[in-house]
């Protein structure tokens, strides 16, 4: 009987009769999942007439072509294509704005290795900001020559004729002296003639200022030699050692593309 007591007391039932169970084991918590990466938009075409060189990324120089005042170039890059061209972006946010607009042509410059290739390309459009950005087509004219003309030896005395209006002043110390109306004559990447009223001594130093929108060239330069010539002075000046690289960029391009005309 003392047997049979001990026996119910350690293996008695639930109070509802059942007997008892051993809860179920928690379920293993699982680590979330990590979040997908956005999908990756579809790339946008490239327009099949721009040219191979054109790469995300590279590094242009912009020149617009309505600049007044004195000839300079901005460093662009590109930042993105489009549809129907690509995108460029000032590389400097301090620097000034890119002046030009939606119509005009832009003339964009890549150096690589020894080509300077040029390309001029229609403005698009123009989105503001901190660094605007400008929507170019491709381009209207591409030139592909060698880069730095003043570096290739006999092509540095390769020299043009050509006719623009062109404003003479003397150099006098910091001073400047009055406007003198002339044109040009001829020009290298070594030098310049023109044509003008006034006659200068060898050694003298002028500015010459040439007034056209396609060659907007102002530079400051020694006369090598001046004589008469049918009732005008022709002055021929050397272009200094420190001749700006833009300067120079600016007189090799306009070589280049008028040199097929000699």
């Given at each position: 009987m003392f047997h049979n007591i001990l026996n119910k007391l350690f293996n008695r039932d639930d109070d509802d009769g059942e007997p008892k169970k051993t809860p179920p084991a928690?379920?293993?918590?699982?680590?979330?999942?990590?979040?997908?990466a956005p999908?990756?938009?579809?790339?946008v075409p490239r327009h099949q007439d721009i040219p191979n060189r054109i790469e995300i990324g590279i590094d242009l120089k912009a020149?617009?072509?309505?600049?007044?005042?004195?000839?300079?170039?901005?460093?662009v890059k590109v930042t993105s294509f489009a549809p129907e061209g690509f995108w460029v972006a000032r590389t400097d946010p301090e620097d000034e704005v890119l002046p030009t607009s939606v119509g005009e042509l832009l003339t964009l410059v890549l150096f690589d290795n020894k080509l300077q290739l040029t390309y001029d390309c229609p403005v698009l459009r123009?989105?503001?900001g901190t660094v605007e950005k400008v929507l170019v087509g491709p381009p209207t004219k591409t030139l592909q020559e060698e880069s730095q003309m003043q570096n290739l030896g006999g092509?540095?005395?390769?020299?043009?004729?050509?006719?623009?209006?062109?404003?003479?002043?003397?150099?006098?110390?910091?001073e400047l002296g009055p406007p003198i109306s002339g044109h040009t004559r001829d020009i290298s990447m070594s030098g310049l003639a023109v044509e003008c009223p006034q006659e200068f001594d060898a050694g003298a130093e002028i500015e010459i200022r040439i007034?056209?929108?396609?060659?907007?060239?102002?530079?400051?330069?020694?006369?090598?030699?001046?004589?008469?010539?049918?009732?005008?002075?022709i002055v021929a000046v050397s272009f200094p050692p420190d001749l700006s690289t833009i300067s120079q960029?600016?007189?090799?391009?306009?070589?280049?593309?008028?040199?097929?005309?000699?």
């Amino acid at each position: 009987m003392f047997h049979n007591i001990l026996n119910k007391l350690f293996n008695r039932d639930d109070d509802d009769g059942e007997p008892k169970k051993t809860p179920p084991a928690a379920p293993e918590k699982k680590p979330p999942p990590e979040p997908k990466a956005p999908e990756r938009p579809p790339d946008v075409p490239r327009h099949q007439d721009i040219p191979n060189r054109i790469e995300i990324g590279i590094d242009l120089k912009a020149i617009p072509a309505k600049l007044p005042g004195k000839p300079r170039a901005w460093p662009v890059k590109v930042t993105s294509f489009a549809p129907e061209g690509f995108w460029v972006a000032r590389t400097d946010p301090e620097d000034e704005v890119l002046p030009t607009s939606v119509g005009e042509l832009l003339t964009l410059v890549l150096f690589d290795n020894k080509l300077q290739l040029t390309y001029d390309c229609p403005v698009l459009r123009i989105e503001g900001g901190t660094v605007e950005k400008v929507l170019v087509g491709p381009p209207t004219k591409t030139l592909q020559e060698e880069s730095q003309m003043q570096n290739l030896g006999g092509r540095k005395h390769l020299r043009i004729n050509f006719r623009l209006p062109a404003e003479i002043r003397t150099v006098l110390g910091g001073e400047l002296g009055p406007p003198i109306s002339g044109h040009t004559r001829d020009i290298s990447m070594s030098g310049l003639a023109v044509e003008c009223p006034q006659e200068f001594d060898a050694g003298a130093e002028i500015e010459i200022r040439i007034l056209s929108w396609n060659f907007p060239l102002k530079v400051r330069a020694f006369v090598v030699r001046c004589g008469a010539e049918e009732g005008k002075n022709i002055v021929a000046v050397s272009f200094p050692p420190d001749l700006s690289t833009i300067s120079q960029d600016l007189i090799g391009q306009f070589i280049l593309e008028n040199q097929r005309n000699v």
